[in-house]
């Protein structure tokens, strides 16, 4: 109901939103009226998800504070145990899911790049053969268990019908007052216990009146304490010691009475259940005595049954027999009209296959014609293509002679040009090699001096340098006391 709450906070629509969709043309495929219609009920729907959740908190709340505990735990144990077997079922039916889409992805992986083999082809069987099993086998199991709950579904209708029927004839013995405060919480009156109950509820329930409800007298805190370390030690007197630890306020001789309580109380509810389960096993053979009696009555509504339908088959019988009769009369008058039209039929199958021959002759005739005329057209017309041929041949032929004495003169022709262009060419290259002879021997003669060799030039001073001293010496600088030189090479030492 949280859950159902939350969504319903997270879905209402707020009224900014419902003003922008009042002011928002409505779509062409649906009229304003519907469409408040919808937001309607849907928040009628979320006010009445509202109301029942703060109804089933308040139910809980009075569960909780009232002190029949006894049939609300068996109510819980029971709930825990539907649970358990819908999360088992639950678990079962996604293992086979998985299963078969398991193989379903291996026979889709066995597709891809596969050679159609024999033995590849077989396997794709065994797959999908495993596959379909898997799937008979889920579908199987479901419709026996969804035959199964309605079975259990028809049976616990009949027996709240029952129990409607005994509550509306049961005379009221139970006056509730209306509590004329608003805010208070309503007071609820307890009726004795009935006497149809077996003697273990009765016993169970006067023993929670007047030992003081679920928790025997004690705070629901100490007594849930007390709970948790008996279940620690598994009932061992060893707990005393650690429960007088976490329950300072009592003495060891009330954790024992407590404790005597506490195991009476186990007793009781064994007690109790063995009596639900006596209980439930004699609703069982009632509900199977009432349901072979039913079957008894079907039986003899079958019966019955079957008695007008052999009365009905008896004369259906006589009816076929009659029908029969009639049918076999007519079958006779159509087979003697059937013979005279068939007569009929081969008198006129015979004359049209007369008229057949005559027109096949008379076809056979205008083909043979056609045929001659058509030998001599198409004689006519390859005689035309063998001169046609002939007159074709003899003009490429002479073609062919006048295109090689062209061809032959064009020949020489080009042979003359080229061998001028090599004569012309040999000129050219005779020129210019006399050309270089020429300027070769020029130059030789205009750069071609003796020049005779004088080692002490190389001691001697420069123009420059005497040109130098000129220009010192008229200046009067006096004599030079020191000349300094370049480094000398090695190779110029002591020339």
Not at 370 to 376: A, C, H, K, N
Request: net charge positive; proline share 4%; with cysteine.
């Amino acid at each position: 109901m949280a859950a159902l709450a939350t969504t319903g906070s997270a879905d209402e629509p707020c009224p900014q939103a419902e003003g922008h969709r009042s002011r928002t043309p409505a779509p062409s495929g649906r009229d304003p009226v519907d469409q408040r219609l919808v937001t309607q009920r849907a928040a009628q729907f979320l006010r009445e998800a509202e109301r029942n959740r703060r109804q089933i908190e308040k139910l809980e709340k009075e569960r909780t504070l009232s002190g029949c505990t006894g049939v609300s735990g068996e109510l819980e144990e029971y709930k825990k145990h539907l649970e358990e077997k819908r999360n088992a079922e639950k678990m079962n039916l996604q293992r086979q899911l998985v299963k078969i889409h398991n193989g379903v992805r291996k026979f889709q992986r066995q597709l891809i790049d596969v050679k159609p083999t024999p033995q590849m082809i077989e396997r794709l069987k065994e797959i999908m053969s495993e596959v379909e099993i898997s799937i008979n086998s889920l579908k199987e199991e479901q419709r026996s268990c969804f035959e199964e709950l309605l079975k259990e579904e028809r049976i616990c209708r009949q027996e709240t019908a029952a129990y409607e029927k005994k509550i509306e004839n049961f005379p009221e013995s139970i006056s509730v007052k209306p509590d004329p405060k608003p805010h208070t919480a309503p007071t609820v009156k307890t009726r004795p216990l009935d006497r149809d109950f077996p003697a273990e509820v009765r016993a169970l329930e006067s023993f929670l009146l007047q030992t003081g409800g679920a928790c025997g007298g004690w705070d629901q805190y100490d007594h849930q304490t007390f709970l948790t370390v008996w279940t620690k030690h598994g009932g061992r007197p060893a707990y005393r010691k650690e429960a007088k630890l976490y329950l300072p306020g009592l003495t060891l001789e009330e954790i024992e009475q407590h404790e005597k309580w506490h195991q009476e109380l186990i007793y009781l509810q064994g007690k109790k259940r063995e009596a639900i389960q006596r209980w439930k096993a004699s609703k069982h053979r009632e509900r199977q005595s009432r349901i072979q009696s039913q079957e008894e009555a079907e039986e003899a509504v079958r019966r019955e049954k079957e008695a007008n339908s052999q009365a009905h088959q008896h004369r259906a019988e006589e009816e076929r027999v009659e029908a029969a009769r009639r049918m076999e009369e007519w079958k006779e008058e159509k087979r003697r009209n059937k013979e005279k039209e068939e007569e009929q039929k081969r008198a006129e199958e015979i004359q049209k296959r007369k008229r057949a021959m005559e027109e096949r002759c008379r076809q056979l005739e205008v083909k043979l014609t056609i045929e001659e005329q058509l030998r001599l057209r198409r004689a006519e017309e390859e005689e035309q293509q063998r001169r046609g041929k002939e007159e074709e041949q003899r003009g490429m032929d002479e073609r062919s002679r006048e295109a090689a004495k062209v061809i032959k003169r064009f020949s020489e022709r080009d042979l003359h040009k080229v061998e001028a262009k090599l004569q012309e060419k040999r000129m050219r290259v005779k020129e210019e090699e006399e050309r270089q002879r020429r300027i070769t021997a020029l130059m030789k003669e205009r750069v071609d001096a003796h020049i005779s060799r004088d080692p002490s030039r190389v001691t001697r001073p420069t123009k420059g340098w005497e040109e130098r001293m000129k220009h010192i010496g008229s200046s009067g600088g006096g004599p030079v006391l020191q000349m300094f030189h370049r480094a000398v090479p090695t190779w110029r030492e002591g020339l």
